[in-house]
């Protein structure tokens, strides 16, 4: 059984920053992508970062320059800085990894229940 769980979400007024952190626990033998994702109201879940276990990371378009992933992966974390925030930003923010269980086990996707984000203008 494996879990993730964010932490770090809330409101905070345009320009501000926030960081998301997510935890993964459980039965871990190795992870490989880690990802942040977020979906607005009346909106399509897009993917907003993402992070290697080489450390190579890509971003969405809309949040390049502002927003920064990063992984700690003695405590199989992903954070998520995120800085200059707009109103647009706004949406629950879940982070997504690949597991696996065991060295002859299948890389499995997990999700994380997601953290609100709430920007004010």
């Known amino acids: 059984q494996v879990q993730l769980v964010e932490s770090g979400g809330g409101l905070v007024q345009a320009g501000g920053s926030l960081r998301l952190s997510c935890a993964a626990s459980?039965?871990?033998?190795?992870?490989?992508?880690m990802a942040w994702y977020r979906q607005a109201p009346g909106k399509q879940r897009e993917l907003v970062a993402v992070?290697?276990?080489?450390?190579?990371?890509n971003y969405a378009d809309s949040v390049k320059g502002r927003f920064t992933i990063s992984r700690d992966n003695a405590k199989n974390t992903v954070y998520l800085q995120m800085n200059s925030l707009k109103p647009e930003d706004t949406a629950v923010y879940y982070c997504?990894?690949?597991?696996?269980?065991?060295?002859?086990?299948?890389?499995?996707?997990?999700w994380g229940q997601g953290t609100q984000v709430t920007v004010s203008s």
């Open positions: 992070i290697t276990n080489g450390d190579s990371t």
């Open positions: 459980g039965s871990i033998f190795s992870i490989n992508n």
């Open positions: 997504n990894a690949a597991i696996r269980s065991g060295y002859y086990r299948p890389f499995g996707t997990y």
